[in-house]
Structures are given as structure tokens and as C-alpha cells.
């Protein structure tokens, strides 16, 4: 059974920072790569992050690249992404994914998914 939680979203002032952590359990989340998605109300999920197993290789949307980093730490099975410079058009409910094998930006590519945690960025 494999479990993703997301954990650390809020309500911050753009310009602000939040970390996102994503705990995984289950040897095929944490041996895969990973990725971040968010959904705004009345939208589609759309790609922010992904990272490889080594975390070696990364990859960012255009509108987050810059100011968002991710990255992994496999001895605790979790990743992070480290959000700077927040818009309020950044304020979405974000989704931790694993199990991608190619495609790494596509949400179709990933077999598992967290629960979400929203993050709000006020003007």
C-alpha cells in the first residue's frame, strides 16, 4: 500500500515562503520519481515539480521556475518543495504524486497521489 501525506500548506502574504514536505511510504513511491501538482477552483491539475529518484534531475513548470525548488530525501522517504516569492496566483491546492517511470510532467504518468494541501497566497 503505498501513502503519500502532504504536509506544511497555509496562508501566507505574497512575497512570502512556505516548504511543502511530502512523507511517502511503500517501496515503489519512494523508489520513483516524484512530482508536485496544484489545482486552483474551477481548473485543471497542472505540473510544478517532478524529481528523479536520485534527485539528480529536475523539472519545473514555466510560472514556478526560479522561485520553487525541489528536491528529496530518500533516507526519509520524502520530498520538498520550497516556495519563494509566492503570487497570489500561486494559491492552489497542491498534490504530491509517485510512481512516474517517463513523462515525468504529465499528471497520467503517476500511479499515486496525496490528499492535497492548499496554499493560500493573500495580496
Known amino acids: 500500500q503505498v501513502q503519500l501525506v502532504e504536509s506544511g500548506g497555509g496562508l501566507v502574504q505574497a512575497g512570502g515562503s512556505l516548504r511543502l514536505s511530502c512523507a511517502a511510504s511503500g517501496r515503489t513511491a519512494s523508489s520513483s520519481a516524484m512530482g508536485w501538482f496544484r489545482q486552483a477552483g474551477g481548473k485543471e491539475r497542472e505540473f510544478v515539480a517532478a524529481i528523479g529518484y536520485t534527485g539528480g534531475t529536475t523539472y519545473y513548470a514555466d510560472s514556478v521556475k526560479g522561485r520553487f525548488t525541489m528536491s528529496r530525501d530518500n533516507a526519509k522517504n520524502t520530498v520538498y518543495l520550497q516556495m519563494n516569492s509566492l503570487k497570489p496566483e500561486d494559491t492552489a491546492v497542491y498534490y504530491c504524486?509517485?510512481?512516474?517511470?517517463?513523462?515525468?510532467?504529465?499528471?497520467?504518468?503517476?500511479?499515486?497521489w496525496g490528499q492535497g494541501t492548499q496554499v493560500t497566497v493573500s495580496s
Open positions: 504524486a509517485a510512481g512516474a517511470s517517463y513523462a515525468w510532467t504529465l499528471a497520467k504518468s503517476y500511479g499515486y
